[in-house]
C-alpha cells in the first residue's frame, strides 16, 4: 500500500490579514516591526487615525497597553529606530577591544 502524500501546513499564531481589510491596520499597529509611516503608505491611515482606529476597536485595557507599548519602544517610528539603532552600534564599536 502506498501512504497518501500529506505535506503538513505551517499555522501562524497571527496570521497577515488581507491588506485591503481594516482589521490588517489593527494587526500592523499590534506589529512591532511595522511602523507607523509604513501603515500610513499603505493604507493612507496617519498615527493619529491609527489611534482612533484602534481606541473603536480595542477594550479599553488592551488600548492602553497598546500604547503604553507603542511608547516604550522606539520602533514604530523610523527616526527613532533609526536614531536607537545609531546608538546602539557606538556603544558596540566603543566596546569593542581588539
Request: hydrophobic share 30%; charged share 40%; no cysteine.
Amino acid at each position: 500500500m502506498k501512504k497518501k502524500g500529506h505535506t503538513p501546513i505551517t499555522r501562524v499564531k497571527n496570521p497577515e490579514p488581507n491588506s485591503e481589510s481594516p482589521d490588517w491596520v489593527i494587526w500592523a499597529a499590534w506589529a512591532d516591526r511595522i511602523t507607523f509611516e509604513e501603515i500610513k503608505e499603505k493604507t493612507g491611515y496617519r498615527e493619529s487615525d491609527v489611534i482612533k482606529i484602534m481606541r473603536r476597536s480595542l477594550k479599553p485595557s488592551s488600548f492602553r497597553l497598546w500604547r503604553k507599548r507603542v511608547n516604550q519602544k522606539s520602533i514604530k517610528h523610523r527616526k527613532k529606530f533609526e536614531y536607537s539603532r545609531k546608538q546602539i552600534s557606538s556603544k558596540v564599536k566603543k566596546d569593542h577591544y581588539l
